[in-house]
Structure formats: structure tokens, C-alpha cells
């Protein structure tokens, strides 16, 4: 698979999230491949965000890699158990990057059932296999991405990349973002881009008010 150059993710961080949807999630292990289609993701854009972890400028141990070089995996836990996975964007000192909140799995079923379930894949109901990669925390069990090994990953890597997709047409919608109701009017900003109509986007979009 053709892995995205750095040069993809250097891009202003809207057409980054904007142009990831239908890309493939990759993570290269001894024995296997798992790879999932990305249908749902989320900008952040840095210090004028408030919903952004660099909102501010506030620069800590934590986001440290969103200050680095772009095509880097900014990895971070919320409510301490589940590791959620970003795409650093656009270069150092702009410290801004695309969440990944959804994937459509196409290989490493058996791996992804038993990260997330403990369980063969056949052995799932038809709505835990669609919750295995339905969600930031569940796509990053699913992949076994965590913060102590794959924070600051590169995405040039062999092991963990982001590649190409099949080139099939997409329709790409729009929403708010998911999940940050204390933030202020950016939480209204329509930056969570989806696949329409794909089963394992995380969220159904609300309806808007001017609707």
C-alpha cells in the first residue's frame, strides 16, 4: 500500500481531515496486517480552538508532540482507559492535528475481536461487530495504539501508517464535533467529518438549528 507522504499531513488541518476520510488506518504486526477504512475524524486547530488540548498555547508534557513535526501520532488517554489517536498536522509550533474517531475494519478481524471482546469475531453479535472500531477509544483497543508506545509515533514508519485508500467515491458531510459541550462556540464549529450513511461512524450528526 502507498503510505500518505509527510507533505499530506503539512496541508492546512481542514483539507487534512477532510481529504483522511476513506484513507486506511495501518498497523503493520509480526504475523498480520490491520488495516481499517477511516470514515470519521475531528479537527482541532491549536491555540484559538478551545476545544483543543493546545488551546491557548498551553504547551505541557502531554501534548508535547503536537508542537512537533507533522505526520506524527499524538496518542492520549481519557478517563485513564482509553487511548485515542491524532494525526499531527500542518508543522512545528502550529500545534494542531485531526482526531481519528472511527474506522471501517477490512483485515485483522480475529485480532480486533479479541483486543476488544476477549472473543472470536463469529462469535459476535452483528452490533458488537460494528462497535469494534465505532469510536476514538475503540478503534485505538482495537489496533492495541497506546500512549507508552506509539505517542510521537512517525507515520513514515513501517509499523503503524496511514495509506492510500481505494479511491472509491466518498460523500463527505459535516458536523459538530463530538463530546465538548464546555467549550464554548467551538463546539458548534463543523469540524467532525464523516462517510455518509457508513455504519461505523461513531455519531449520528444532530440536526441543526437552522434546519
Known amino acids: 500500500m502507498k503510505k500518505l507522504p509527510r507533505a499530506f499531513f ?10 483522511l476520510i476513506g484513507k486506511y488506518l495501518v498497523k503493520q504486526q509480526a504475523d498480520e496486517q490491520l488495516i481499517g477504512k477511516i470514515v470519521e475524524v475531528e479537527a482541532y486547530i491549536g491555540p484559538d480552538d478551545r476545544a483543543a488540548h493546545t488551546y491557548g498555547g498551553r504547551r505541557t508534557p502531554r501534548n508535547e508532540t503536537m508542537f512537533g513535526e507533522a505526520g506524527h501520532a499524538y496518542v492520549y488517554l481519557i478517563y485513564g482507559i482509553h487511548h485515542c489517536m491524532n ?29 476488544r471482546f476477549q472473543r472470536e469475531y463469529k462469535s459476535l453479535t452483528k452490533a458488537r461487530q460494528r462497535q469494534l ?36 467515491d466518498i460523500i463527505v458531510e459535516t458536523s459538530p464535533r463530538v463530546g465538548i459541550d464546555a467549550s464554548g462556540e467551538a463546539k458548534h464549529y463543523p469540524w467532525r467529518f464523516y462517510e455518509k450513511d457508513n455504519p461505523y461512524v461513531s455519531k449520528r450528526p444532530k440536526p441543526r438549528s437552522d434546519e
Open 10 to 19: 503539512q496541508q492546512p488541518t481542514l483539507e487534512v481531515a477532510n481529504a
Open 87 to 115: 494525526c499531527v498536522t500542518v508543522g512545528p509550533d502550529y500545534p494542531e492535528g485531526v482526531l481519528l474517531r472511527a474506522v471501517e475494519p477490512l483485515e485483522g478481524f480475529e485480532t480486533m475481536a479479541k483486543n
Open 133 to 168: 472500531t465505532n469510536g476514538p477509544g475503540k478503534l485505538g483497543q482495537a489496533f492495541g495504539i497506546t500512549k507508552e508506545w506509539y505517542n510521537g509515533h512517525d507515520l513514515q514508519s513501517d509499523t503503524l501508517f496511514i495509506a492510500e485508500g481505494s479511491g472509491e
